[in-house]
């Protein structure tokens, strides 16, 4: 019987249990990977962990279903573990809550992620022994007490809470944040709210708000997150009351509202279909909302925007953008990014008259989404910025040297001749500018010579180049 064999029945033996030969969905199966680093078990009751010894030395992954817990001694002493689920499981705390209990001295990545799904979690203080490190916990049909406990984890960093319950009373032990670490991201999955009242306990300090498939009075009161920073919402967004008419006075203002794709950045591709999202839904945030980005989404109800009066930035990410649907709000935009995005209608681009800063950018070489550079010259006058991180995606774009006013400039060139003309743009404060000569041109011998001398206004240069290039008259003092 080889080591592994050994093993596996050292636990069939102390557990009573028959592994599967193969992991199964079934929730009452008991499973262990070849390697050892995959465990899962049902139906079991462990005064502690010690049964598991065997594989305290390669477990990364453990899950329990409906299994009792009586304490958590030798928790810790599975050094390896990143994953610990548990699913309708009891956990017992006949003993009173230390919050002075010591914390094993885990590493980085021991314990980072804990999931609890179907549980009553009186006190979540269970976990704090192996909680150094522990970065997030997601709560999926769970109910919560002792919320203040979460506040003892010193490396809490994203909550997520789906479809559960936290419950606050007024003698609950009020433990407060470490001032140094604070839980920064929060999820709300599949939630019915009327304001947050009951998770400002441990919530007060978050910077990033994600709400999917919620039901909520309005987003007014998103502001009782006075740290708040970014918004993210989903097409299953329920608001009851898009009332926009409300006090701001201590002037909350988000950094940005993400409507957020449900298809990672690996499986996206052009013929993806996503559900629209109605613009009407961000009405009762209107007096928070300055940038708004749309990833993978049609927005539909855009005449809505009109009502976001401070709305001054969009962005869209794997979009089929239409200027025309954003004619009602396009006066106010003065900022506006593009990423792997299929523009249409770019007439329209004209509209926007306020804007001062354009970026333009694809993820994949294959992506050949064109903007025309000659749409944009009815605005040569009001655009002082503009990015292009791939030029190759540009059309017309010789028509660079005609927007005369413009202070700063991202750009590729492949060829001498474009290069000497986008140093020849005396306007420019901010260049970044890479040469990558075709190979048609590589055949010349001699060192290449640019002079930079048309450069007087500027005060931060960036050069790159492949090849032998030479400049002269370089200006002073640049950053």
Same mark, same amino acid.
């Given at each position: 019987?080889?080591?592994?064999?050994?093993?596996?029945?050292?636990?069939?033996?102390?557990?009573?249990?028959?592994?599967?030969?193969?992991?199964?969905e079934d929730e009452n199966s008991c499973y262990i990977s070849?390697?050892?680093?995959?465990?899962?078990?049902?139906?079991?009751?462990?005064?502690?962990?010690?049964?598991?010894?065997?594989?305290?030395?390669?477990?990364?992954?453990?899950?329990?279903?409906?299994?009792?817990?009586?304490?958590?001694?030798?928790?810790?002493?599975?050094?390896?573990?990143?994953?610990?689920?548990?699913?309708?499981?009891?956990?017992?705390?006949?003993?009173?809550?230390?919050?002075?209990?010591?914390?094993?001295?885990?590493?980085?990545?021991?314990?980072?992620?804990?999931?609890?799904?179907?549980?009553?979690?009186?006190?979540?203080?269970?976990?704090?022994?192996?909680?150094?490190?522990?970065?997030?916990?997601?709560?999926?049909?769970?109910?919560?007490?002792?919320?203040?406990?979460?506040?003892?984890?010193?490396s809490l960093y994203y909550l997520n809470i789906n479809n559960?319950?936290?419950?606050?009373?007024?003698?609950?032990?009020?433990?407060?944040?470490?001032?140094?670490?604070? @839980?920064?991201? =929060? /999820?709300? *999955?599949?939630? !019915? %709210?009327? $304001?947050? &009242?009951?998770?400002?306990?441990?919530? +007060?300090?978050?910077?990033?708000?994600?709400?999917?498939?919620?039901?909520?009075?309005?987003?007014?009161?998103?502001?009782?997150?006075?740290?708040?920073?970014?918004?993210?919402?989903?097409?299953?967004?329920?608001?009851?009351?898009?009332?926009?008419?409300?006090?701001?006075?201590?002037?909350?203002?988000?950094?940005?509202?993400?409507?957020?794709?449900?298809?990672?950045?690996?499986?996206?591709?052009?013929?993806?279909?996503?559900?629209?999202?109605?613009?009407?839904?961000?009405?009762?945030?209107?007096?928070? @909302?300055?940038? =708004? /980005?749309? *990833?993978?989404? !049609? %927005?539909? $109800?855009? &005449?809505?925007?009109?009502?976001?009066? +401070?709305?001054?930035?969009?962005?869209?990410?794997?979009?089929?953008?239409?200027?025309?649907?954003?004619?009602?709000?396009?006066?106010?935009?003065?900022?506006?990014?593009?990423?792997?995005?299929?523009?249409?209608?770019?007439?329209?681009?004209?509209?926007?008259?306020?804007?001062?800063?354009?970026?333009?950018?694809?993820?994949?070489?294959?992506?050949?989404?064109?903007?025309?550079?000659?749409?944009?010259?009815?605005?040569?006058?009001?655009?002082?910025?503009?990015i292009l991180w791939n030029t190759e995606v540009i059309q017309?774009?010789?028509?660079?040297?005609?927007?005369?006013?413009?202070?700063?400039?991202?750009?590729?060139?492949?060829?001498?001749?474009?290069?000497?003309?986008?140093?020849?743009?005396?306007?420019?404060?901010?260049?970044?500018?890479?040469?990558?000569?075709?190979?048609?041109?590589?055949?010349?011998?001699?060192?290449?010579?640019?002079?930079?001398?048309?450069?007087?206004?500027?005060?931060?240069?960036?050069?790159?180049?492949?090849?032998?290039?030479?400049?002269?008259?370089?200006?002073?003092?640049?950053?």
């Amino acid at each position: 019987m080889n080591d592994l064999e050994t093993i596996i029945s050292k636990l069939e033996n102390t557990l009573n249990i028959k592994f599967d030969k193969v992991e199964k969905e079934d929730e009452n199966s008991c499973y262990i990977s070849s390697k050892l680093n995959y465990l899962s078990l049902s139906n079991l009751h462990f005064e502690d962990f010690s049964a598991l010894e065997p594989v305290f030395e390669t477990l990364y992954t453990l899950i329990l279903t409906e299994c009792s817990i009586a304490n958590a001694n030798d928790m810790h002493r599975m050094k390896k573990l990143e994953t610990l689920v548990l699913k309708k499981c009891s956990i017992s705390m006949e003993e009173t809550f230390d919050p002075d209990v010591s914390k094993a001295n885990t590493t980085k990545g021991n314990f980072e992620s804990i999931y609890l799904e179907d549980m009553d979690v009186p006190h979540p203080g269970f976990f704090l022994p192996v909680s150094k490190y522990l970065h997030d916990i997601t709560f999926t049909e769970c109910t919560v007490s002792n919320v203040y406990e979460l506040n003892l984890f010193p490396s809490l960093y994203y909550l997520n809470i789906n479809n559960s319950q936290f419950i606050t009373s007024e003698n609950d032990i009020q433990y407060k944040q470490d001032s140094i670490k604070k @839980l920064n991201w =929060l /999820t709300f *999955e599949n939630m !019915k %709210l009327k $304001n947050f &009242d009951s998770y400002l306990p441990v919530l +007060k300090e978050i910077t990033v708000l994600k709400l999917y498939d919620c039901e909520l009075d309005s987003l007014k009161n998103i502001s009782q997150f006075p740290h708040l920073k970014r918004l993210h919402l989903d097409p299953e967004l329920k608001i009851n009351d898009p009332n926009s008419e409300y006090d701001n006075s201590k002037q909350f203002k988000l950094k940005e509202c993400i409507i957020q794709s449900f298809v990672s950045f690996y499986d996206w591709t052009p013929d993806v279909v996503q559900p629209d999202f109605d613009a009407k839904l961000l009405l009762s945030a209107a007096p928070y @909302l300055r940038n =708004l /980005t749309v *990833e993978g989404y !049609k %927005l539909i $109800n855009t &005449d809505y925007l009109k009502h976001l009066p +401070k709305l001054n930035q969009l962005n869209f990410e794997k979009c089929t953008v239409d200027l025309e649907d954003y004619l009602s709000v396009a006066p106010q935009i003065k900022r506006i990014y593009f990423n792997t995005s299929e523009i249409k209608n770019q007439y329209a681009f004209k509209y926007f008259t306020k804007l001062e800063k354009i970026t333009v950018s694809v993820d994949r070489p294959e992506d050949r989404n064109l903007i025309d550079l000659e749409k944009l010259l009815p605005l040569k006058e009001s655009l002082k910025k503009i990015i292009l991180w791939n030029t190759e995606v540009i059309q017309n774009i010789d028509q660079i040297t005609n927007f005369t006013t413009l202070e700063e400039l991202d750009i590729s060139a492949e060829s001498v001749e474009f290069a000497r003309k986008i140093l020849s743009m005396e306007s420019l404060k901010n260049l970044d500018l890479n040469i990558y000569i075709k190979e048609q041109e590589t055949e010349i011998t001699e060192p290449i010579i640019l002079d930079l001398h048309h450069l007087k206004n500027v005060e931060k240069l960036h050069l790159g180049t492949v090849g032998d290039f030479y400049f002269k008259n370089q200006p002073k003092n640049p950053i």
